[in-house]
């Protein structure tokens, strides 16, 4: 991607507007939200398992676990409760800033990597 | 030599206790295989396995094999499956490309029916910058709908006609006819408003001129004309960036006791070429386990019974990407990390309804 098209990336997610339906609470929260339900539309397993990779990661929950309920519907439910430290839509965010981080640090190092060389530039 | 078929018996499995330098190993048995699922999850074990970026870091590893203009491989150590697997899953469903949606088609006499050609034509990958192109508002009215921000548009027009003087007992349509077989190359592009400026010196032309699309005999004919436009893997194939994103675990060989003499070559043989090498004192050695194919071969002789075990290492990934040619394979990864990214930040900035 060349400098100028980074720039118009950039531009477009400050002025990125946020899908309202794109989250939402399932119904089988506790009181205190230390154990809740999300439905996420247009995702699938590639969101999914990875997120639950990371918030399982998290020490402060309790249980993570994602799933597809029917293939024909493109919605994503994830299962999160705490152990009560912090909140289901806490352990979320974490996850996901977790996973952001993640990527950038996996790009980052590629692009080391590529401009260190030492690899094979020919079709094999 | 004896050869093993059939298990001896049916046997209990209990649950394996796996020595700590072995977690991250899934074993591979005869007909069986053990310790296949991730466990570095916190409160599973003694260890902590907190979710922490600066280890992350440190452990994270990226091997570039190689890295051509069609291809790479490159090996992700350290990361986990359900991460390896997404980047894997967006380079096949989610990184945009460009190809041909929409053919209309103005007079084809050949004996290749309309909707077949169509679909041969959207096949073709274009050599065009995905980034070059903005996306199509499916909202708007099919009138509205083609710009040349969003559309680039292609012609083919071909006819068959017989050649002059061609010598006497000639068989070949090649030499018999003008335009017998219609290639990918045949296409032309037609440049749309700001497109003249832009694309004066490349045209958008298909990355494999020589595709077969159609044949014809003399007095047929084809003449139509293409909206390229973007899409993703996950909406239909011909807008998959590559031919194949796969990744595969790095083999690993544990010979447990030594394997000597003639023993040693049976050994090496149960291999491909290259992953089996014996030292100067007739012992099997393993030289490259990365070339093994896990054939599991080895396992079928008695003669090895509990002289080796095989295995895979679950954290290290050996990624395979083949682009169709648009975008190079390392733009195709980066593009895949991005999207996982901009994915994460997205529901991260989301508001959660009820």
């Known amino acids: 991607m060349s400098e100028e098209n980074k720039d118009i990336t950039m531009e477009a997610v400050e002025e990125q507007e946020y899908d309202v339906d794109k989250i939402k609470l399932l119904p089988g929260l506790s009181e205190d939200g230390t154990a809740a339900s999300f439905q996420i539309i247009d995702e699938d397993h590639t969101l999914g398992n990875a997120l639950r990779y990371l918030i399982m990661k998290n020490p402060e929950v309790e249980f993570c676990g994602y799933s597809i309920p029917h293939p024909s519907e493109n919605k994503l439910n994830v299962r999160i409760q705490t152990y009560g430290n912090i909140t289901a839509m806490e352990a979320l965010h974490q996850g996901l800033d977790g996973l952001s981080a993640l990527c950038t640090h996996v790009e980052e190092t590629f692009n080391e990597k590529v401009e260190a060389g030492g690899y094979s530039v020919i079709e094999p | 030599m004896e050869m093993r078929n059939e298990p001896k018996k049916y046997r209990y499995h209990p649950k394996p206790q796996?020595?700590?330098?072995?977690?991250?190993?899934?074993?591979?048995?005869?007909?069986?295989?053990?310790?296949?699922?991730?466990?570095?999850?916190?409160?599973?074990?003694?260890?902590?396995?907190?979710?922490?970026?600066?280890?992350?870091?440190?452990?994270?590893?990226?091997?570039?094999?190689?890295?051509?203009?069609?291809?790479?491989?490159?090996?992700?150590?350290?990361?986990d499956t359900s991460i390896a697997n997404a980047f894997r899953r967006i380079m096949i469903a989610e990184v945009p490309s460009?190809?041909?949606?929409?053919?209309?088609?103005?007079?084809?006499?050949?004996?290749?029916?309309?909707?077949?050609?169509?679909?041969?034509?959207?096949?073709?990958?274009?050599?065009?910058?995905?980034?070059?192109?903005?996306?199509?508002?499916?909202?708007?009215?099919?009138?509205?709908?083609?710009?040349?921000?969003?559309?680039?548009?292609?012609?083919?027009?071909?006819?068959?006609?017989?050649?002059?003087?061609?010598?006497?007992?000639?068989?070949?349509?090649?030499?018999?006819?003008?335009?017998?077989?219609?290639?990918?190359?045949?296409?032309?592009?037609?440049?749309?408003?700001?497109?003249?400026?832009?694309?004066?010196?490349?045209?958008?032309?298909?990355?494999?001129?020589?595709?077969?699309l159609a044949k014809l005999r003399p007095g047929q004919e084809i003449s139509l004309r293409v909206h390229c436009i973007l899409g993703i893997g996950s909406d239909h194939a011909k807008f998959s960036p590559v031919a194949t994103a796969s990744y595969r675990l790095m083999p690993v060989i544990d010979i447990k006791e030594p394997i000597v003499g003639e023993l040693a070559k049976r050994f090496q043989k149960c291999f491909p070429s290259g992953v089996i090498e014996i030292d100067e004192n007739g012992a099997a050695y393993v030289a490259d386990a990365r070339k093994d194919t896990v054939s599991r071969e080895v396992l079928r002789h008695e003669e090895f019974e509990g002289k080796v075990k095989l295995g895979r290492k679950r954290s290290h990934f050996i990624f395979n990407v083949e682009s169709t040619g648009a975008m190079s394979p390392l733009e195709i990864f980066l593009k895949s990390v991005r999207i996982l990214k901009n994915k994460a930040d997205y529901l991260r900035n989301c508001p959660i309804g009820q």
Not at chain 2, 125 to 134: G, I, K, S, Y
Request: glycine share 4%.
């Open chain 2, 18 to 79: 796996i020595p700590p330098n072995m977690s991250d190993i899934v074993g591979i048995e005869y007909n069986r295989v053990t310790n296949t699922t991730s466990t570095d999850f916190p409160g599973h074990s003694s260890e902590e396995n907190a979710w922490d970026l600066e280890e992350f870091k440190k452990n994270l590893q990226i091997n570039i094999s190689h890295l051509a203009g069609r291809s790479t491989n490159f090996d992700l150590i350290n990361i």
């Open chain 2, 98 to 212: 460009v190809a041909a949606e929409t053919v209309y088609i103005y007079n084809n006499t050949s004996v290749i029916q309309d909707e077949v050609l169509a679909h041969r034509i959207g096949l073709i990958p274009l050599n065009v910058d995905p980034d070059t192109l903005q996306w199509i508002d499916p909202a708007a009215d099919e009138n509205e709908r083609f710009n040349d921000a969003n559309t680039y548009v292609m012609t083919l027009d071909v006819s068959c006609s017989k050649r002059d003087n061609v010598p006497e007992g000639t068989t070949d349509p090649k030499i018999l006819y003008r335009n017998s077989s219609v290639y990918a190359k045949d296409l032309k592009f037609v440049p749309q408003g700001r497109q003249e400026q832009l694309f004066k010196n490349s045209p958008v032309a298909p990355c494999d001129p020589n595709i077969l």
